[in-house]
């Protein structure tokens, strides 16, 4: 029950046409053809270039979030240091807070996160923050030096996670 079918096929033969073309012809195909060619490289330039910046900027928006992301963790760890620091100063011998402030500093050093000096520094408004001005403990002292601190000031990089709280000389 099997249906046969038959197909013919014809065969189709192409003679080869050549065509002349004049030389003014030739030329101004030429030129036509090199100016879309042009054109062509000019967009794949343009595109290619659109491309590598649209990766730079995704890359930077990465880094960006992701630093914004560890900023904003580490200013929320700043207080346990503070209290570590604040319990640190009440019990100076207490191995338990040393030993935890030491491992938050190692933390903070792996993240990035660095300590602003300020004790015997000059005031930089961009670092510290004068909550008090005293007389100068000595003659020695220059005005506006940093006698105390009252709140550690941290940097993340090149950003101020916090400026310190200091108390400066007159």
Same mark, same amino acid.
């Given at each position: ?32 053809? &090199? ?43 700043? /207080? ?11 019990? /100076?011998?207490?191995? +338990? ?8 500093? &190692?933390?903070?050093?792996?993240? +990035? ?6 004790? +015997?520094?000059?005031? &930089? /408004? ?10 100068? /403990? ?5 005005? &506006? ?11 993340? +990089? ?13």
């Amino acid at each position: 029950m099997e249906d046969k079918k038959e197909v013919n096929i014809e065969t189709v033969s192409v003679e080869e046409e050549k065509i002349e073309l004049s030389n003014d012809k030739q030329s101004e195909i030429i030129e036509q053809l &090199n100016s879309k060619i042009a054109e062509l490289n000019d967009k794949y330039l343009r595109v290619a270039a659109e491309l590598e910046n649209t990766r730079r900027r995704a890359s930077l928006d990465i880094e960006s979030v992701s630093r914004n992301r560890a900023m904003s963790v580490a200013q929320k760890i700043l /207080p346990v240091m503070d209290a570590v620091q604040a319990a640190l100063k009440l019990s /100076p011998d207490d191995e +338990g807070i040393k030993t935890m402030e030491h491992a938050i500093q &190692n933390a903070f050093a792996q993240i +990035g996160i660095v300590k602003i000096e300020s004790v +015997g520094q000059i005031l &930089n /408004p961009q670092f510290h923050n004068a909550i008090q001005m005293v007389d100068k /403990p000595d003659e020695n002292t220059p005005t &506006n030096t940093i006698i105390d601190e009252m709140q550690t000031g941290y940097m993340f +990089g090149d950003t101020v996670l916090r400026t310190s709280m200091v108390v400066v000389s007159k």
